[in-house]
C-alpha cells in the first residue's frame, strides 16, 4: 500500500479528483498550505512597508491507494495538475504499513 | 524604593489598581452628590435661557461682563437675549452621536483592521475603554476644567470649576435650561448637548494616540496613562484653543476675552480640531511610539493589515461620522455648517484621490490602504479649517495634504526608523499641521474663505463686521498654535510615559508580545474560526 501525497496548485483540485474518482479511488483528503518552490512570490506594499511574500497558498492532497493502482494514480495526478508553467507542485510516494477503517476495523487493502 | 517598585511592577499591581480605582470612584461619587447641590457660579459659558418675559435677560449676563459693563459708562450695549432653536439643538445631538460613531465603531475598525489578527481584540477594547473612561471623567471634571473660567495667572490655560460634576448645570430654576452661545450673536443650544458634543471629541482624541504603540503596550498603563492624557494635555489644550466669552460676551465688553483661552487670544483659528484633536494626538502617539519602543520583528517580519475590509469600513465610518465632528463644530445649523459640510465632501475626495494618484506614481500601485489613508488625511486636514476655507480652498487643501503625508509615512518614517503604528503622527500630525497652516491661508476672503468675524462690533446698527485680513498676522497665530500644542503635548506626553514607565512598565513581555495582546491582556480572540 502506498500513500501519494501532491502539491498541487489550488484552481487544479477537481480536475485531478475526477481524474482519481475515474480510477476507482474511493476518498482523498486535502489540506489547505503555503510553500514555495522555483515559483517566487511577490511582493505587498502597506504604506511604507514592503513585504515580500515568499509563500504562496496550494494544496496537498494525499490519497491511500494499493500497490498495483499506484502508478496509474500518479500518472493521473500528474496530467491533471500540470500547467506547464512554474508552481505546478510535485507528488511523493510512500510505503504505508498499516491502514484500518475505523467504523468496521477492516485491515490494509480492505480498508482502502 | 527599587523593591516597592518592582513589586508594583508584578501581578499584585492588579489587585492594588482594582482597589484603588474603586475607592477613588466612590470618594468622587459622595462628593459628587455633596457639590453637585451646592455650587451655582454662572461661567462665562453658560447663560441662563431668556424667559419670554424679557426682563430677566440681562441680568442673566455673565458675571464677568456685568463688572466691566457696570465700570464702564452707561452706553454699554445690551445684547439681546439668547434663544435656542430646536433645530439647532437637534443638529448637534445628533452631531454628538456621528462623533461616537466615529470612534466607535469607526476607529476601532480602521485601527483593529491594520493590526495582526492576534491583536485584533485588543485595540477594539483600547478603544472603547477610552470611550468610557473618558466619558466619565469628561462629565465629572474634564467638561469643567476645559470649557470654564479659570482664575489668576492659570486661566488662559486651564479652566475651572465651576462645572465639577456638572454643577449648576440644572440652571437655577432646576430645568437644565442652561445655554451655551454659539458662534452667532445671540443664538444658544442647550449646555447638557454642548457637554456631550464636547465629550466625544476629548474621547477620540484620547483613543487616536493609542495608533501610536498598539500591539505592545500594556491595558492595565494604559487606563492611567488615558486619565493623566485627558487631564493634563486635552482639556488644557482645548482651554487654551476653544475656551471664549463668545459673541454676546465680547460684543458687550471687547476686554473680556482676556479671560478667554491663551491661544484663542492670539487670535489662532482652529474650526473642528486641527490642532486641538490632531496635532495633539500625533504628537502624543510619536512620544508614545518612541517610549514605548518597536514592536518585536519590526521591518524584519511581516505585519501586513489583518483585515483590509474592516480598515475600510473603519475609514468610511470615520468619513461619514467626520460631518458631525466638522459641521457639528458650528454649534448650530446655519450656513457655515454647510460650509463646513460641503469641504468635509469635496477636501476628502481630493486628497483620497491624491494620495492614490501618488502612491501609483511612485509605488507601482494604488492600494486601498493608499486610498483610504488619503481620504483620512484630507480629513484631517479640512478640520481646523471647515468651517473657514471656501469649498476650492478646501480641495486644494486635499490635494497638497495627501503627498505630503505619504511622504512622511513612507520615506521618512522608514529613514528615521521610528515604529509609530498606525501612522498618528505621519496622517494625524502631519495632516493636522498642514491643516492648521493651511486655514490660515484658505481664510482669507479673497481666496474664497469665510473671514474672520469681529464680535466686538456685533451690537452696532450694522452688525457683526469682518477683521481684516492679514497673512502676516494670521500665519504668525497659527504658527503660535502649532507650536504649542507641540510643545505642550509633546512634554506632556512625555512627562506621562516617563513616570507610568517608572512606576508601572509600559510594554507587555517578549512572550505577552509575541502571544498577542488578545490572550495575554484579555484572555480572549477576536476571531474563531
Keep these: 500500500m502506498k500513500l501519494v501525497m501532491a502539491i498541487i496548485k489550488p484552481f487544479k483540485l477537481d480536475e485531478v479528483r475526477e481524474a482519481l474518482n475515474a480510477l476507482g479511488v474511493q476518498g482523498l483528503t486535502v489540506t489547505e498550505v ?21 509563500f504562496l497558498p496550494k494544496l496537498k492532497i494525499e490519497v491511500a491507494v494499493t500497490t498495483e493502482l499506484t502508478d496509474k494514480v500518479v500518472e493521473a495526478i500528474a496530467t491533471k495538475a500540470k500547467t506547464g508553467q512554474i508552481g505546478d507542485g510535485k507528488i511523493f ?18 480498508a482502502l | 524604593m527599587r523593591d516597592v517598585l518592582s513589586r508594583l511592577k508584578g501581578e499584585r499591581l492588579r489587585y492594588w489598581g482594582v482597589g484603588a480605582t474603586l475607592l477613588i470612584l466612590a470618594l468622587l461619587g459622595m462628593a459628587g452628590f455633596v457639590a453637585a447641590g451646592g455650587m451655582n ?12 418675559a424679557a426682563t430677566e435677560a440681562p441680568a442673566a449676563a455673565p458675571a464677568e461682563a456685568a463688572a466691566p459693563a457696570a465700570e464702564a459708562p452707561a452706553e454699554a450695549p445690551k445684547a439681546p437675549p439668547i434663544v435656542v432653536n430646536k433645530a439647532d439643538n437637534t443638529w448637534m445631538m445628533v452631531s454628538s452621536l456621528l462623533v461616537l460613531f466615529m470612534t466607535v465603531p469607526g476607529l476601532a475598525l480602521f485601527y483593529g483592521g491594520l493590526v495582526r489578527t492576534k491583536n485584533m481584540a485588543s485595540v477594539l477594547t483600547q478603544v472603547f475603554m477610552i470611550q468610557c473612561l473618558v466619558c466619565v471623567l469628561w462629565f465629572i471634571y474634564g467638561y469643567s476644567i476645559a470649557f470654564t473660567g479659570g482664575s489668576g495667572v492659570t486661566s488662559p490655560f486651564i479652566g475651572g470649576f465651576s462645572r465639577l460634576f456638572l454643577s449648576g448645570i440644572a440652571g437655577p430654576n432646576g430645568d437644565f435650561n442652561t445655554i451655551v452661545e454659539t458662534f452667532s450673536l445671540s443664538v444658544g443650544i442647550h449646555e447638557l448637548i454642548f457637554v456631550c458634543f464636547e465629550m466625544t471629541f476629548a474621547a477620540i482624541t484620547t483613543a487616536l494616540v493609542i495608533g501610536g504603540f498598539v500591539e505592545r503596550v500594556k491595558f492595565g498603563t494604559l487606563c492611567v496613562w488615558t486619565v493623566l492624557w485627558l487631564t493634563f494635555v486635552y482639556c488644557p489644550i482645548a482651554h487654551m484653543v476653544w475656551f471664549w ?12 476675552a482676556s479671560t478667554a483661552g491663551f491661544l484663542w487670544q492670539k487670535g489662532a483659528l482652529d474650526f473642528a480640531g486641527g490642532s486641538v484633536v490632531h496635532i495633539d494626538a500625533g ?31 473603519g475609514a468610511a465610518i470615520l468619513w461619514v461620522g467626520w460631518f458631525g465632528f466638522n459641521a457639528g463644530s458650528n454649534l448650530e445649523g446655519n450656513q457655515y455648517a454647510a460650509l463646513a459640510m460641503a469641504n468635509t465632501f469635496i477636501a476628502t475626495a481630493a486628497a483620497g484621490f491624491s494620495w492614490m494618484i501618488f502612491e501609483w506614481m511612485f509605488k507601482g500601485k494604488p492600494s486601498l490602504l493608499g486610498l483610504i489613508s488619503g481620504v483620512v488625511a484630507g480629513l484631517v486636514a479640512v478640520t481646523p479649517a471647515s468651517g473657514f476655507a471656501g469649498p476650492m480652498g478646501a480641495l486644494v487643501l486635499g490635494l497638497i495634504v495627501s503627498p505630503i503625508c505619504l511622504f512622511m509615512v513612507t520615506v521618512v518614517k522608514n529613514l528615521i526608523g521610528y515604529d509609530d503604528t498606525l501612522d498618528v503622527f505621519g496622517v494625524h500630525g502631519v495632516g493636522g499641521m498642514v491643516g492648521a497652516l493651511g ?22 446698527p450694522k452688525g457683526c463686521g469682518v477683521v481684516a485680513y492679514d497673512l502676516v498676522t494670521q500665519m504668525t497665530a497659527q504658527v503660535t498654535d502649532v507650536i504649542t500644542v507641540v510643545l505642550w503635548s509633546g512634554i506632556g506626553t512625555a512627562i506621562i510615559f516617563f513616570i507610568l514607565k517608572l512606576i508601572f512598565g509600559l510594554r507587555v513581555t517578549e512572550d505577552k508580545e509575541r502571544e498577542g495582546l488578545d490572550i495575554s491582556e484579555h484572555g480572549e480572540s477576536a476571531y474563531h474560526y
Design chain 2, 41 to 52: 457660579t454662572i461661567n462665562a459659558y453658560a447663560q441662563e435661557a431668556a424667559a419670554p
Design chain 2, 283 to 313: 504628537i502624543a502617539g510619536l512620544v508614545g511610539a518612541l517610549f514605548l519602543g518597536k514592536r518585536i520583528g519590526y521591518r524584519s517580519e511581516a505585519m501586513p493589515p489583518h483585515s483590509m475590509t474592516l480598515a475600510m469600513t
Design chain 2, 245 to 256: 466669552p463668545g459673541p454676546t460676551g465680547i460684543a458687550v465688553d471687547p476686554t473680556s
Design chain 2, 439 to 460: 486655514t490660515g491661508i484658505l481664510v482669507n476672503p479673497k481666496l474664497g474663505g469665510a473671514g474672520i468675524v469681529d464680535y466686538s462690533t456685533c451690537l452696532t
Design chain 1, 93 to 110: 510516494v510512500y510505503s504505508i504499513d498499516q491502514v484500518v477503517r475505523i467504523r468496521t476495523g477492516e485491515t490494509d487493502a480492505d
Design chain 1, 34 to 54: 503555503k510553500g514555495y518552490g522555483r515559483q517566487k512570490g511577490h511582493t505587498e506594499i502597506y504604506r511604507g512597508a514592503e513585504y515580500a511574500v515568499n
